[in-house]
């Protein structure tokens, strides 16, 4: 079969994918053989020799596909996996083999390309952390003093806040940071019990010349500082209006979302050095160093300053979180836990164990909390959670069982809503049958982006 004006590495492929669509198993691994590439190409309409073979119901060449490493998640101009076309045909058996419940079947279910683009409340950065200025003990002692620096307080981890008049153009932001110079924190940072941590500086430089007490370099730094005592009456007095915003939930969903990030930076820092005042290996003193982003065993023969010394830095708990499509791509599996307010679902949502990958921690917390077991998993976007220090992994994957069977423990309630049902919630059109986080939890914003992107809201 060859068609005049085709190179000869057309001609092959054609050959190849003919080979696969007739059922020739030695013609298919002699390919293979000497162009391992051809193995995920297409020719028309996207169909590659998994699919063709596929259709045609040829086992033993997609067992040799399968084998050989294809790659059977591609689609075709239509957007059908190998899986999607074996279930049309019947060919039963073959769509066993391709629905392994680890990437294989309904992935179709999830949009297509990167699913970035999305900004979450606690993500957005006006700081460059200049990580490289941490270990700069003089430049950062410049800077401390520099009447030009700004200082976020916060005591016993609640910041301290000014109520802003307005709305912005995103929400309703009642409050705002309260920045303070060095003049105002010189004596509190002096006092023993409190916390100093370098943030960064301000990405955007300011059109002013560098002035000597600013630093020579005119960047603008920022500290924040964390105090269990604290001149109260002091700052009561300079800042009539301020306040120390408690308790974080849902207190911290009320901040100005330019800086709710620069928040979510500090107070997550803040609270490991908190929690983590002596060496969590041997139990002596630390020394804070490197602008606060470190704490050093003073213990010289300390386990934990051996290779990587990963417990003298702030830490961070990864948290999968997760949309579960129904497999008829319709439907989503929201849960609520006890402690929700009446009538509220969200998505599921689990800490990363050790050793453990994303999407296994995607299809293990799903299973242990609804008892749904879960195939394909695509990851959307994240966010920082600093209560005290997560960081939420926003996930949508695609259900291979629907029989719900909850974990007590942890769930109260686990349903299948209709797609009608969520865009309810959004649209208000008609009275909705139950309520979703607030849009600064990534949970909303997974919701939506599955119905936006769906839906073509
Ligand atoms: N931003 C958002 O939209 C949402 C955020 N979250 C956050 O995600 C986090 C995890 O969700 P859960 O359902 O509670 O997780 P989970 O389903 O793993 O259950 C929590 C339990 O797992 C155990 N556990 C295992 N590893 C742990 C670790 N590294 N740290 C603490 N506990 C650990 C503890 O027994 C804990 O009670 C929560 O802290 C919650 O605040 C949860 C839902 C929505
Ligand atoms: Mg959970
Ligand atoms: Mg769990
Ligand atoms: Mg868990
Ligand atoms: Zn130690």
Request: one cysteine or more; a neutral charge; glycine letters at 8%.
């Amino acid at each position: 079969m060859t068609n005049v004006g085709m190179s000869p590495k057309d001609e092959m492929l054609a050959r190849f994918l003919d080979a696969a669509a007739r059922g020739d198993v030695a013609a298919v691994s002699a390919t293979i053989g000497h162009s391992g590439s051809f193995i995920n190409e297409s020719g028309e309409n996207g169909w590659t020799a998994l699919m063709l073979a596929t259709r045609h119901g040829h086992v033993e060449v997609v067992n040799t596909l399968l084998s050989e490493g294809c790659d059977k998640s591609l689609v075709n101009k239509s957007g059908q996996t190998s899986y999607d076309i074996a279930k049309f045909w019947g060919h039963k058996h073959i769509a066993g083999l391709l629905a392994d419940g680890k990437g294989g079947g309904n992935r179709h279910l999830l949009p297509r390309g990167s699913a970035g683009g999305q900004e979450n409340y606690f993500s957005r950065e006006f700081l460059n952390r200049m990580s490289e200025k941490r270990t700069d003990s003089q430049w950062l002692e410049a800077k401390q003093s520099s009447p030009a620096s700004v200082y976020i307080l916060f005591f016993n981890l609640n910041p301290f806040v000014t109520p802003t008049a307005g709305e912005t153009s995103e929400s309703r932001a009642p409050f705002g940071l309260c920045r303070l110079r060095w003049e105002s924190v010189e004596a509190l940072v002096k006092q023993p019990g409190t916390t100093l941590v370098f943030l960064g500086v301000e990405k955007q430089v300011k059109l002013v010349p560098p002035s000597p007490e600013g630093g020579k370099d005119g960047l603008t730094a920022w500290f924040a500082l964390n105090t269990d005592s604290i001149p109260v009456k002091e700052l009561e007095l300079s800042y009539p209006n301020s306040v120390f915003l408690k308790p974080p939930m849902p207190q911290l969903l009320r901040l100005n979302p330019n800086e709710a990030g620069v928040i979510a930076q500090a107070r997550s820092v803040l609270a490991w050095h908190d929690r983590y005042s002596f060496c969590p290996t041997c139990g002596s003193r630390t020394k804070v160093c490197e602008g606060g982003y470190k704490r050093t065993c003073l213990n010289e023969d300390c386990r934990s300053l051996q290779g990587i010394q990963n417990t003298c830095y702030p830490r961070v708990d990864p948290v999968v979180i997760m949309l579960v499509i129904h497999p008829d791509g319709n439907q989503c599996l929201l849960g609520r836990k006890k402690t929700f307010p009446a009538g509220m679902f969200s998505c599921l949502a689990g800490f990363v164990e050790a050793g453990e990958s994303m999407e296994d921690a995607v299809r293990r917390e799903v299973e242990e909390e609804s008892g749904v077991k879960v195939g394909p998993v695509q990851y959307v976007s994240s966010q920082p959670w600093p209560m005290p220090s997560s960081l939420m992994i926003g996930c949508l994957a695609v259900a291979v069982s629907t029989h719900i069977k909850v974990d007590e423990d942890e769930i109260e309630e686990a349903r299948w809503f209709t797609r009608q049902q969520v865009i309810d919630v959004f649209t208000k059109n008609s009275q909705p049958v139950f309520t979703i986080p607030p849009r600064q939890a990534i949970a909303h914003q997974l919701i939506k982006y599955w119905i936006g992107v769906n839906a073509n809201l």
